[in-house]
């Protein structure tokens, strides 16, 4: 969720994203975590299990 909260500020912060949908707005903040989430993976060499 630290992810998410850091695209939220950043979001509000700008004054381009006032133009996007609530959709657009969610489907940044949640790609912002996952792929913060996979670099978290990747810097600590955590496996994925399956």
């Known amino acids: 969720m630290a992810g998410i909260a ?3 500020i950043q979001l509000e912060s700008n004054r ?4 996007l949908s609530h959709a657009e707005w969610l489907a ?5 975590e996952a792929t913060r ?4 993976r ?3 060499g955590f ?3 399956g």
């Open 6 to 8: 850091h695209a939220f």
């Open 16 to 19: 381009d994203a006032a133009s």
């Open 28 to 32: 940044i903040l949640l790609d912002y």
């Open 37 to 40: 989430r996979n670099g978290l």
């Open 42 to 44: 990747l810097a600590f």
């Open 47 to 49: 496996v994925m299990p």
